[in-house]
């Protein structure tokens, strides 16, 4: 679990490792870093997903390479502070940092290339260099955001009486409306979306349609009472060979309705509605995701 960072600190793990902390009021200074919150663009056959403009239609964001100047407080000697920091694996893990006025942000990095000590006897604060590879560009607000939507279920028309009963009569649906998803990043958000199953009647589809953007994500499979149907877009777009679309432990890719376009929120509001096949009344959706910017 990572931990709340102060202005100027930072912190990488992998898994569920402790990690370490480094920046000011730490055992390790970092007198420089690059390449952090660059961004390298490169000609491409399709659009990146970003929608402030700020990319040439057909640019694609590039991985970026990060580079730590590290400097160990007091002799400390480079292959235990390595090791300490916890930086000696390839694995993928976060690397998380805090800047003054900006909230805390992450993005997912591995080790690939570090200082070598020279004998078992540098020490001091002599700097050594950690460079991490980000293979997605994005970087991502620590807080998961989250909106539940119900069925949308409007209120039925009626017909107005001229009558005066001396009360109020008034009409209402099932309760289910637009919900508001709101992405307070630059950059398109690829959810977490769980579809959970009814409580009574029937579900053998869902559909999950943004408003704004004009997508939808549509799975035609069966929903069982007390079971939950996930589709993991962030996988999707990542490619992170996790599966995709779930339903009880078992694949149901082959469920997605075509064409599958990966279903995102973009960079402020987006209204959300929630539709399903069957005769259920109380199936409900829950959209996480995360603030995304480039």
Not at 40 to 59: C, E, K, M, N
């Amino acid at each position: 679990m990572h931990p709340t960072l102060i202005d100027y600190q930072f912190w990488f793990g992998v898994g569920t490792d402790s990690g370490k902390l480094f920046g000011i009021n730490t055992e390790v200074d970092v007198p420089s870093v690059e390449g952090l919150e660059a961004l390298a663009v490169r000609s491409g056959t399709r659009d990146f997903p970003r929608d402030d403009g700020a990319i040439p239609g057909l640019h694609i964001a590039n991985r970026k390479t990060v580079i730590f100047s590290l400097e160990a407080i007091g002799d400390s000697e480079h292959q235990s502070l390595l090791d300490k920091m916890g930086i000696n694996r390839i694995a993928e893990g976060e690397l998380h940092w805090k800047y003054p006025d900006q909230t805390q942000k992450f993005v997912r990095a591995r080790v690939f290339s570090r200082t070598n000590r020279i004998d078992a006897f540098t020490v001091g604060r002599i700097p050594l260099l950690v460079a991490f590879e980000v293979a997605d560009p994005r970087v991502y607000d620590t807080v998961l955001e989250d909106e539940t939507i119900n069925i949308h279920s409007p209120a039925p028309e009626g017909i107005d009486f001229e009558i005066d009963f001396g009360v109020d009569f008034a009409l209402f649906g099932g309760g289910g409306f637009d919900v508001v998803a709101t992405n307070d990043g630059n950059a398109r958000a690829y959810p977490l979306v769980r579809f959970f199953g009814p409580v009574s009647g029937t579900c053998t589809a869902v559909k999950l349609l943004n408003r704004t953007t004009g997508t939808d994500l549509e799975l035609s499979t069966t929903i069982l009472t007390g079971q939950t149907l996930t589709a993991d877009m962030d996988a999707r777009q990542r490619g992170t060979g996790t599966r995709i679309i779930d339903l009880a432990g078992a694949s149901r890719y082959g469920d997605w309705v075509l064409p599958r376009d990966t279903f995102f929120l973009q960079p402020g509001d987006n209204v959300l509605r929630l539709e399903i096949t069957g005769t259920s009344t109380d199936v409900f959706a829950v959209v996480n995701w995360r603030d995304t910017y480039l």
